[in-house]
């Protein structure tokens, strides 16, 4: 039986259990959460997916990224940040997204954020890992418990301040971690998943961004 927080798949592999062994949800967890990301225009959309997820599952978000993806622009920042008063009431008539307008119009304000956090540091994602928490801030042993225990991180709080100073909406701490975990910024695979290793593994080789 696997341990708590793991769960078996039909090919035999212990993972991370949150993806309940659903085929769309299943292939997130192996082939995209937790691997570093350096791609600004996936760091932009992440962080703004996490943000449209507040309230509900990632499931559902997940299930309309691909409408996401269409409603802004590829989350080309530079495009979404051009966008005005129509396209909100497009986005907000576009039944594939999750129609919310305090979200959309903050997608929006993030884009022109985000044009400025660029200039400044030469590209979002060496601003993202300029944050990587290091080791002293990290659990000795990432399981089911430490996990539950710890919705938000001394990192995904400073980074969340630091955000919110800049203008950026929707980044609450828990939204912060949800994209560190995501985007590889920690390795959050649990022990006895198949994954943690591997993951372990690009982290180590990833060439992390400099400013």
Not at 27 to 54: M, N, T
Not at 61 to 89: H, N, P, S
Request: proline share 4%.
């Amino acid at each position: 039986m696997a341990a708590r927080g793991l769960i078996t798949g039909d090919d035999g592999l212990d993972r991370c259990a949150w993806h309940g062994n659903l085929e769309d949800y299943r292939r997130y967890h192996d082939e995209e959460w937790g691997r570093p990301v350096a791609d600004d225009h996936r760091l932009f959309e992440k962080i703004c997916l996490e943000g449209f997820q507040s309230g509900l599952s990632w499931l559902t978000i997940l299930r309309k990224r691909d409408a996401f993806r269409a409603a802004f622009a590829g989350f080309d920042f530079d495009k979404v940040a051009e966008f005005g008063e129509e396209d909100v009431e497009r986005c907000l008539a576009d039944a594939g997204i999750v129609r919310h307008r305090g979200k959309i119009v903050s997608t929006i304000n993030n884009a022109r954020r985000a044009k400025e956090l660029r200039a400044e540091f030469g590209s979002l994602a060496s601003y993202f890992w300029s944050h990587e928490p290091d080791g002293s801030e990290r659990p000795q042993i990432v399981d089911f418990e430490t996990l539950i225990a710890n919705p938000t991180t001394p990192a995904s709080v400073r980074i969340s301040k630091d955000l919110k100073k800049r203008g950026w909406t929707f980044v609450g701490p828990t939204t912060v971690y949800a994209f560190m975990q995501a985007m590889g910024l920690v390795n959050d695979h649990i022990e006895g998943c198949f994954c943690r290793a591997p993951i372990e593994d690009l982290r180590r080789r990833f060439a992390r961004p400099a400013a």
